[in-house]
């Protein structure tokens, strides 16, 4: 079975650039989620998708960050435009609560966002 | 609030010793679940091992146990026999039941000493 799938790995842009990230969750998982882990610092909930719905964005920038998952499988993060403070490791995470009912998250390798 | 308190950011333990970390966590659900989460330099979140509020034992995978205080809501991480490659930073998380949403805590980074 693979993994959660994300791209890029890396990305370097300057502040008011924009960016966008890609997560492919493991087949079958109908909860994502997207998580912003800045250097030193536990993982951040930015939003969470039920298949193609929006469950939670209540910590989503929404004036900066969006985020869609249309035909609820993959999705994409983006930032327009990005600052400084969003320099951090964007993670993408996935559960499938009939294979693995305790819940567990299965976490992509993430995206590395330096901002300039 | 803070749902999951970390208190130790950073500890050393030697090489085959055990190490507790710790955690505790705040809600008022009566089902919830506990996990541990072990991040080594590259970046990967790993899951080590889960509690759920119902379970009665103490959950252990191989060399990693959870001390699970219900009362104290606290839910440790013992590492026994420490080895180098567990270096790394370690994650307590907790699940909502009710609408799957998860807390992390700020983690531990954990030093193994040869």
């Known amino acids: 079975e693979a993994g959660v799938a994300q791209s890029p790995r890396y990305k370097i842009i300057e502040k008011r650039q924009s960016v966008a990230f890609w997560c492919n969750p493991i087949s079958g998982h109908a909860t994502l989620y997207w998580y912003q882990q800045i250097l030193g610092q536990g993982p951040k909930l930015l939003i969470q998708?039920?298949?193609?719905?929006?469950?939670?964005d209540s910590q989503l920038p929404k004036d900066r960050f969006s985020a869609e998952r249309l035909k609820g499988v993959d999705s994409t993060l983006k930032i327009q435009p990005a600052k400084l403070e969003d320099s951090a490791v964007y993670l993408c995470?996935?559960?499938?609560?009939?294979?693995?009912?305790?819940?567990?998250?299965?976490f992509g390798p993430g995206t590395r966002l330096t901002v300039l | 609030a803070q749902k999951i308190t970390q208190t130790q950011p950073g500890m050393f333990v030697q090489e085959k010793e055990a190490v507790t970390l710790d955690c505790t966590y705040d809600?008022?659900?009566?089902?919830?679940?506990l996990f541990w989460y072990k991040q080594p330099s590259s970046g990967e979140m790993i899951f080590l091992i889960y509690?759920?509020?119902?379970?009665?034992q103490n959950a252990t995978e191989g060399r990693y146990s959870l001390n699970f205080q219900k009362a104290r809501k606290s839910a440790n991480l013992v590492i026994s026999a420490s080895q180098l490659g567990d270096s790394a930073m370690y994650f307590c998380a907790m699940r909502e039941i009710n609408f799957n949403k998860f807390y992390f805590g700020s983690g531990t980074k954990l030093n193994v000493k040869p």
């Open positions: 809600t008022s659900d009566q089902s919830y679940g």
């Open positions: 509690q759920g509020s119902y379970d009665e």
């Open positions: 998708f039920q298949n193609n719905g929006v469950v939670d």
């Open positions: 995470a996935s559960i499938n609560l009939r294979d693995t009912p305790r819940g567990e998250q299965f």
